[in-house]
């Protein structure tokens, strides 16, 4: 996580263009060869950032109480995650969100990096997908041998992309990442337009 903390600040700081794999290992300490051991390129170098924040969503959605609904469990991890300071081990602090900002816009518009994101989010959704079928079994940890059914799928990739658009949306603009525009307000918004949407499978 060291390196890819040093190369979202180098990211932040000077741009992707800016930025070479050889700075990503002099931040954060490596040598150039230890860098490409564990990353082909400087975008990679961001993906376990990008696989932090998307599983400390699957594990909120999997730690809501056990009495709430599913759409209720998403907007309780959307409260836990996409709200700064919201006192959760782990949990992206507010002066963290402009770098959060800042690597959503390099993922909008860096293809190298787009991809990076879009597999990380294509990852994520399975992991939902399990937790979603975790939490309509009652048993967590579950796993049928031909993995979640298709219905829970489809569930995890619509409440993904209703994070994600929101995520992308506030990125784009200026708001703060509290209120009414920013990313968890988004996000509840999505939610909350999906409220007949069958999502126990």
Same mark, same amino acid.
């Given at each position: ?110 293809? !190298?990096?787009?991809? #990076? ?6 990852? +994520? %959704? =399975? *992991?939902? /997908?399990?937790?979603? @079928? ?24 619509? !409440?993904?992309?209703? #994070? ?6 506030? +990125? %784009? =603009? *200026?708001? /703060?990442?509290?209120? @009414? ?21």
């Amino acid at each position: 996580m060291e390196i890819a903390r040093a190369a979202a600040g180098l990211f932040v700081r000077h741009g992707l263009r800016g930025t070479r794999a050889e700075d990503i290992a002099q931040a954060a300490g490596i040598a150039p060869r230890t860098f490409y051991r564990y990353f082909a390129s400087k975008e990679e170098a961001v993906a376990p950032l990008y696989a932090a924040g998307a599983q400390r969503w699957a594990d909120a959605v999997r730690e809501a109480p056990a009495g709430l609904s599913v759409p209720e469990a998403l907007e309780h991890a959307v409260r836990v995650t996409l709200s700064p300071d919201a006192g959760v081990p782990g949990g992206v602090s507010a002066a963290s969100w402009e770098w959060v900002r800042t690597l959503i816009r390099l993922a909008i518009t860096s293809p !190298a990096l787009r991809k #990076v994101w879009a597999e990380v989010c294509q990852e +994520a %959704e =399975g *992991t939902l /997908a399990q937790v979603l @079928a975790e939490r309509a079994s009652g048993d967590a940890g579950a796993a049928p041998h031909d993995g979640p059914s298709p219905d829970f799928r489809f569930a995890a990739a619509v !409440a993904s992309a209703a #994070v994600r658009v929101a995520m992308a949306t506030w +990125a %784009e =603009g *200026t708001a /703060a990442a509290t209120g @009414a525009q920013g990313p968890a307000a988004l996000a509840m918004r999505n939610l909350a337009a999906l409220r007949d949407f069958r999502w126990d499978g």
